[in-house]
């Protein structure tokens, strides 16, 4: 079977800005088609997102975020290339790179590039007759993630309600996918309903958490563990903190707007152990800022032994910026987002580097989603272990959460339990 036809167009993302889809036909009539998300607080070091701004191509209406060069780069330099081959996708991913050989895909665009690594991926596992996630993972039990998952958000997802980015939730005592999600599912209810009980106006944010506003992170987190002990959760579900700091990092200080106070990187060093210390904190992601190495590495030596760091602007799904936080320490967790790299199988390299040294993984969306449920399958079958998709609002959020309580009811799975007490 091989690849008759590939078609680049511009679609819509979950928040009506173009982001690009490519449809592949295959030899056998059949159609496969892959969306990519777009993220709103992105690092500096992630692969190369081409958008038409400052082009003839931009649309006007769009603001210049339109995709119809990373659309034209995919009919007209990468369809050619590739029509005629079989699905081999490590080989596909490699002639994607021979089209644009620059480390960030900064000449034809990662969001041609994944769109058309990940339609070539699902085509590969129609081809193979299995699921994406099988298509990975062919032999023994699946391994279903534990969800990660916003209550609350802030930061550049809620129009600065919040400094930081997102509180969070992981079920970690759940016994199943199923459980997990449905606590999940409460808590965020119960806390939409506390707010509005308390006469607090909210927002939808991009991923679906609410945005409610706090004078502090000490008083999110209040709200958020009030919600758990009032559905008898306590010490089932505990909390994680999305602080995003590069975005209010100016000038080598921390600049938290809400709370009006500024911290040089020592302080915010203290500030951050404070939290960890005194809350439930399972996992603390993007403690501080993109390239405050120093900071990363004193905070790890300093945390309690069992608290997940998460790296998400720091790697930014490279290899080479894993290897230099493995080398010094700098965290033990990385997010695992492909659009952040720009083809399936050297982010599932990453991901796997990180597992061979111990690293956690915690495969992501973005803020700007589309429909498309591919993530689940990729989380499952690489076997991440964690997922974070969001909140459990928006059909872009649900159709992952959806797809993942399809995988756990119709295959043979096993759930992750990397919080277990």
């Given at each position: 079977?091989?690849i008759?036809?590939i078609?680049?167009?511009q679609?819509l993302d979950?928040?009506g800005r173009?982001?690009?889809?490519?449809t592949?036909?295959l030899s056998?009539?059949?159609?496969?088609?892959a969306r990519?998300p777009?993220g709103?607080?992105t690092g500096?070091?992630?692969?190369h997102?081409?958008?038409?701004?400052?082009t003839?191509?931009?649309?006007?209406?769009?603001a210049?975020?339109?995709v119809?060069?990373?659309?034209?780069?995919?009919?007209?330099?990468?369809a050619?290339?590739?029509?005629?081959?079989?699905?081999n996708l490590a080989a596909?991913d490699?002639?994607?790179?021979?089209?644009?050989?620059?480390p960030?895909?900064?000449?034809i665009?990662?969001?041609?590039?994944?769109?058309?690594s990940?339609?070539?991926?699902?085509?590969?596992?129609?081809?193979?007759?299995k699921s994406?996630?099988r298509y990975?993972q062919?032999?023994g039990?699946?391994?279903?993630p534990?969800?990660?998952v916003?209550?609350?958000?802030?930061g550049?997802h809620?129009?600065?309600?919040?400094?930081i980015?997102d509180?969070?939730?992981?079920?970690?005592?759940?016994d199943?996918?199923?459980?997990?999600?449905s606590w999940?599912?409460?808590?965020r209810?119960?806390?939409?309903?506390?707010?509005?009980?308390h006469?607090?106006?909210?927002?939808?944010a991009?991923?679906?958490g609410l945005?409610l506003s706090f004078?502090?992170?000490?008083?999110?987190c209040e709200f958020?563990?009030?919600?758990?002990?009032l559905?008898?959760?306590?010490?089932?579900?505990?909390?994680?903190?999305?602080?995003?700091?590069?975005?209010?990092?100016?000038?080598?200080?921390?600049s938290?707007?809400?709370?009006g106070?500024t911290?040089s990187s020592?302080?915010f060093?203290?500030?951050?152990?404070?939290?960890?210390?005194t809350?439930?904190?399972?996992?603390i992601?993007?403690p501080?800022a993109?390239?405050d190495?120093a900071?990363?590495?004193?905070?790890?030596?300093?945390?309690?032994?069992k608290?997940?760091?998460?790296?998400?602007?720091?790697f930014?799904?490279n290899?080479h910026?894993?290897e230099k936080?493995?080398?010094?320490?700098?965290?033990?967790?990385i997010l695992i987002?492909?659009?952040?790299?720009?083809?399936?199988?050297?982010?599932?390299r990453?991901?796997?580097?990180a597992?061979?040294?111990?690293?956690?993984?915690?495969?992501?969306?973005?803020?700007?989603?589309?429909e498309?449920?591919?993530?689940a399958d990729?989380?499952?079958?690489?076997?991440?272990?964690q997922?974070?998709?969001?909140?459990?609002?928006?059909?872009?959020?649900?159709?992952?959460?959806?797809r993942?309580l399809e995988?756990?009811?119709t295959?043979?799975t096993?759930?992750a339990k990397?919080?277990?007490q």
């Open positions: 079977m091989n008759k036809r078609l680049g167009y679609v979950s928040r173009p982001t690009v889809a490519v592949l036909t056998d009539g059949s159609t496969h088609t990519v777009s709103a607080s500096a070091h992630e692969a997102e081409l958008r038409d701004a400052g003839p191509k931009a649309e006007e209406f769009f210049g975020k339109s119809y060069t990373a659309v034209a780069n995919i009919n007209s330099k990468i050619p290339k590739l029509l005629g081959h079989s699905l596909i490699g002639l994607l790179v021979e089209v644009d050989p620059t960030g895909h900064q000449v665009g990662a969001n041609a590039t994944l769109a058309t990940l339609a070539v991926a699902k085509a590969a596992a129609h081809a193979s007759g994406l996630a990975f062919p032999e039990k699946l391994l279903i534990m969800p990660m916003n209550i609350l958000s802030g550049a809620a129009n600065r309600s919040l400094d980015q509180v969070l939730v992981i079920p970690h005592a759940a199943n996918f199923a459980e997990a999600l999940i599912v409460a808590i209810e119960r806390a939409a309903s506390d707010g509005k009980s006469g607090v106006t909210h927002l939808v991009d991923e679906g945005g004078a502090s992170t000490d008083d999110a958020v563990l009030a919600q758990i002990e559905l008898g959760l306590s010490g089932k579900v505990s909390l994680a903190l999305d602080i995003a700091s590069t975005q209010f990092f100016t000038d080598n200080k921390y938290l707007t809400t709370s106070t911290y020592d302080a060093i203290d500030e951050m152990l404070n939290l960890v210390n809350y439930p904190i399972t996992s992601e993007d501080f993109e390239d190495w900071a990363w590495n004193a905070f790890s030596a300093q945390a309690p032994a608290l997940q760091i998460l790296g998400d602007d720091l930014t799904t290899l910026r894993l936080g493995i080398a010094e320490s700098s965290a033990n967790a987002k492909a659009n952040q790299n720009g083809l399936v199988t050297s982010t599932q990453v991901l796997a580097h597992h061979a040294n111990d690293f956690a993984t915690v495969v992501s969306a973005r803020s700007g989603e589309t498309d449920s591919w993530l990729l989380a499952t079958g690489w076997r991440a272990g997922i974070k998709v969001g909140s459990t609002h928006g059909a872009e959020r649900t159709a992952k959460w959806n993942l995988l756990e009811a295959e043979e096993e759930f990397p919080f277990s």
